[in-house]
């Protein structure tokens, strides 16, 4: 990867991640020293850390894409070989998107409260590393039985909604091919959320088979609005 990037003529200095947030300080040392590009090569879990030290700042973000599921990737169209992806990081064209924030942390694509925030707090690390995006799968079928739904009130400026899962998302995209939010796009000012309401855990395997094709969208117990 690094002699694809120097051989378009871009200097690069490789720094690797060890463990949680590496880079999110990785990110805010090469700001530090004013580098013109921080080029992260990672899944959607690294691009999130190498984010929160970049938003507000003129220092562009290139991704390239080598994780589990890769979703903002796939979001933005990403070429996935080198000779490709490194010719679009030395092209230098910048695509400008708003980004989302939930307490303290800048998200890029999504945030959930609920039932996928509880499936991603139980994805075992070593089941990932061996089955990618299965890991994401065995750990939702969990959720299903055992997850215990609890209602929230969720305001916007059109009013208060009530549910038990709620996919907050700035892009269409979602892993495991689930399109949740299928209206959202990185380009507006706007978070599409789309709301699910019900206690009835059998009823989210539904909705789940049904976001495959947008069409849960229709379903008795689920809101989509829109909102700043």
């Given at each position: 990867m690094v002699d694809a990037l120097r051989q378009q003529g871009i200097a690069v200095t490789p720094r690797t991640t060890?463990?949680?947030?590496?880079?999110?300080?990785?990110?805010?040392?090469?700001?530090?020293?004013?580098?013109?590009?921080?080029?992260?090569?990672?899944?959607?879990g690294t691009v999130n850390e190498a984010i929160q030290p970049l938003v507000g700042t003129p220092t562009p973000l290139a991704v390239w894409p080598s994780g589990t599921s890769n979703v903002l990737a796939r979001e933005l169209g990403l070429p996935g070989s080198l000779d490709l992806m490194a010719r679009v990081i030395a092209t230098g064209a910048l695509r400008r998107v708003p980004v989302g924030r939930a307490g303290e942390r800048y998200f890029l694509l999504m945030a959930g409260v609920g039932l996928d925030a509880d499936m991603l707090r139980s994805v075992h690390p070593g089941l990932k590393r061996l089955t990618g995006e299965g890991a994401y799968w065995m750990a939702g079928l969990r959720q299903l039985t055992d997850w215990n739904p609890v209602p929230f009130l969720v305001e916007t400026e059109s009013g208060r909604?009530?549910?038990?899962?709620?996919?907050?998302?700035?892009a269409a995209s979602y892993g495991g091919g689930l399109r949740f939010a299928p209206e959202a796009s990185m380009d507006d000012d706007l978070l599409d959320l789309c709301l699910f309401d019900s206690t009835e855990r059998h009823r989210f395997a539904r909705y789940l088979a049904a976001a495959f094709s947008g069409s849960h969208l229709g379903l008795p117990g689920v809101t989509y609005v829109k909102a700043r």
């Amino acid at each position: 990867m690094v002699d694809a990037l120097r051989q378009q003529g871009i200097a690069v200095t490789p720094r690797t991640t060890a463990g949680a947030a590496d880079a999110t300080r990785l990110t805010a040392d090469a700001l530090a020293v004013g580098v013109d590009l921080v080029i992260v090569h990672g899944g959607d879990g690294t691009v999130n850390e190498a984010i929160q030290p970049l938003v507000g700042t003129p220092t562009p973000l290139a991704v390239w894409p080598s994780g589990t599921s890769n979703v903002l990737a796939r979001e933005l169209g990403l070429p996935g070989s080198l000779d490709l992806m490194a010719r679009v990081i030395a092209t230098g064209a910048l695509r400008r998107v708003p980004v989302g924030r939930a307490g303290e942390r800048y998200f890029l694509l999504m945030a959930g409260v609920g039932l996928d925030a509880d499936m991603l707090r139980s994805v075992h690390p070593g089941l990932k590393r061996l089955t990618g995006e299965g890991a994401y799968w065995m750990a939702g079928l969990r959720q299903l039985t055992d997850w215990n739904p609890v209602p929230f009130l969720v305001e916007t400026e059109s009013g208060r909604h009530r549910a038990t899962f709620a996919v907050v998302a700035n892009a269409a995209s979602y892993g495991g091919g689930l399109r949740f939010a299928p209206e959202a796009s990185m380009d507006d000012d706007l978070l599409d959320l789309c709301l699910f309401d019900s206690t009835e855990r059998h009823r989210f395997a539904r909705y789940l088979a049904a976001a495959f094709s947008g069409s849960h969208l229709g379903l008795p117990g689920v809101t989509y609005v829109k909102a700043r």
